[in-house]
């Protein structure tokens, strides 16, 4: 499968706990980006790399959140001292360097799932 | 401010019928328009992408259209299928150095048999 793959697919937490998911991109794809999704809502951005370098963070993005890219390869995403307002899908998505025209097309991964109680 | 509104927010149709969902945006400069599906409790998969001088683009049954002069984009399915209850997401990027892709909140399809 070459697409992308993130772990775990579901995770229930106890609040104040935390909790780590990890993004496998498409190998060639030199962005990824992480995104948060609320029933009944879009995809919200989180933050995105290039490379290994974390380009830009949303605000929604808060001290708890914490997110890397080491090799430029997998990223992780983690999230200290759980909150029930932080149950929610977890998006994670790659694409080539966004560009004029057809440029950076995201292609998603099934996306994490998180419940805190 | 950099805006993506879809409409209706919620649709039910029999199987077999078409239906017309919209989408409105502000997103300046603009640079292309993807419409996205996604099942329940999976992620979205993209079904078409126009760029500024396109106005149609069609993916099997789905049509999507582009009027960038009103800014407006319209997704056509044709002969709805029981598979194509979904959420259908209206994505528009900025044509800039830096990063800006704003997601509708989706339109959610129910077909029904």
């Known amino acids: 499968d070459t697409g992308v793959s993130q772990d775990p697919r579901h995770k229930i937490t106890k609040r104040g706990q935390n909790v780590t998911f990890r993004c496998d991109p498409i190998s060639e794809h030199n962005r990824l980006y992480w995104y948060r999704q609320t029933l009944g809502q879009g995809p919200e951005f989180l933050t995105y790399?290039?490379?290994?370098?974390?380009?830009?963070k949303s605000r929604l993005l808060s001290d708890r959140f914490s997110a890397e890219r080491p090799k430029g390869s997998f990223s992780t995403l983690e999230i200290q001292r759980t909150e029930q307002g932080d149950s929610a899908m977890y998006l994670c998505?790659?694409?080539?360097?966004?560009?004029?025209?057809?440029?950076?097309?995201?292609?998603f991964g099934e996306g994490s799932r998180l419940t805190v109680l | 401010k950099n805006q993506v509104e879809q409409s209706p927010q919620s649709l039910i149709i029999l199987e077999g019928k078409n239906c017309t969902l919209q989408c409105n945006y502000t997103v300046s400069p603009f640079s292309n328009l993807r419409w996205y599906k996604q099942d329940t409790g999976r992620g979205p998969v993209s079904l078409t992408i126009?760029?500024?001088?396109?106005n149609t683009k069609s993916n099997g049954r789905y049509t999507a259209t582009l009027d960038a002069d009103t800014k407006q984009s319209s997704l056509h399915i044709t002969a709805s299928q029981l598979s194509d209850s979904a959420s259908y997401i209206c994505?528009?990027?900025?044509?800039?150095?830096?990063?800006?892709?704003?997601f509708g909140a989706g339109t959610r399809l129910f077909v029904k048999a």
């Open positions: 998505a790659s694409s080539l360097t966004l560009g004029q025209g057809y440029g950076g097309e995201l292609f």
């Open positions: 126009m760029t500024f001088s396109e």
């Open positions: 994505v528009v990027s900025a044509e800039t150095g830096g990063f800006k892709t704003i």
């Open positions: 790399f290039q490379n290994e370098a974390q380009l830009e």
